[in-house]
Structure formats: C-alpha cells, structure tokens
C-alpha cells in the first residue's frame, strides 16, 4: 500500500504559525519528490512549495515566499510544511503529495503535474 496522510491543519489567527506534517506509507519521501498545494473554496490547485527528485533545493509560490518553509525529515518518513505569519488568503485544504518522476525539474514541481500519490488534504483556515 502506498499512500500519504496529511495533518496539522486548524485554525489560527492572521499571524500565527502551524506546522503541517505528511506521513508517507509503502513510498519513501528520501527517494521522491515532493510538494505541497492546496485548494481554497471557489479556487483552483496552487503550488505551495515543493522539492525535487534525488536533491534538496526547494521552491515556493510567490504568495509564501519567506513565509513558508517545507523541509523533510528522512527517519521519519515525514515531509513537513511550517507556516508562519498565515494571512486570511492562506485559508485553504493543504495537499501533500510525492512523485518518483525525474523529469520534473525547477519550478515545474510546483505546478502538480505528474504527481502519482496526494493526500485527503488537511484544513487551514486563518481568521482575521
């Protein structure tokens, strides 16, 4: 079975952090690439942040760029996304996601295309 399991969303106040965590199962995040979208009510998928295959440059929407910071923690087989200073527009369902795909390189990661496994997605709702 292979499969990833998001958790940590909730509700915060415009300026508070979370940290999101993604449990990978029967796939190994040391061997994939890997992201983070989500999908706000009434909107389309957007590219949060993500890191290729076999490396640990990372990229970022514009949107989170010095807010935001996805890192991986191998032993544990969890990907992780730390949320800092969440604005109201970051209310969304955060999807994790991984892929065994190497021709996904740079910033392509973000868009979500090619991707083989995702997340039920956790809720994040940030409060004004």
């Known amino acids: 079975q292979r499969q990833v399991v998001e958790s940590g969303g909730g509700l915060v106040q415009a300026g508070g952090s979370l940290r999101l965590s993604c449990q990978a199962s029967?796939?190994?995040?040391?061997?994939?690439?890997v992201g983070w979208f989500r999908r706000a009510a009434g909107k389309e998928r957007e590219g949060v942040a993500c890191?290729?295959?076999?490396?640990?440059?990372?990229y970022y929407g514009d949107t989170v760029t010095g807010r935001f910071t996805i890192s991986r923690d191998y032993a544990k087989n969890t990907l992780y996304l730390d949320m800092n200073n969440l604005k109201p527009e970051d209310t969304a369902l955060y999807y994790c996601?991984?892929?065994?795909?190497?021709?996904?390189?740079?910033?392509?990661?973000?868009?979500?295309?090619?991707?083989?496994?995702w997340g039920q997605g956790t809720q994040v709702t940030v409060s004004s």
């Open positions: 996601a991984a892929h065994q795909n190497r021709y996904i390189s740079g910033q392509w990661c973000l868009m979500g295309q090619g991707y083989t496994y």
């Open positions: 029967g796939l190994y995040f040391d061997t994939s690439g």
């Open positions: 890191i290729n295959l076999n490396d640990d440059i990372t």
